[in-house]
């Protein structure tokens, strides 16, 4: 039986924390740069944690292939 292989789109956007939390980016900070104000791309730029269960799940099955 093949490898399970490890969904690429999943692994460029999340990220799975020591404590085994699934941390995503935020969103639109790269599109119409210049017109946002520095506050808001300074918003941008952090990380979050993923709030539902469920939902992480998936994404560490999509990761640990």
């Known amino acids: 039986m093949p490898k399970m ?8 956007r999340f990220h799975i924390t020591g404590d085994g939390k699934v941390v995503r980016t935020k969103g639109p900070k790269s599109h119409f740069r210049r017109k946002k104000t520095k506050r808001v791309k300074r918003l941008f730029g952090g ?7 469920l939902f992480s799940k998936k994404i560490k099955s999509f990761l640990r292939r």
């Open 47 to 53: 990380k979050v944690d993923l709030d539902s269960a």
């Open 5 to 12: 292989k490890t969904h690429k789109g999943a692994q460029k």
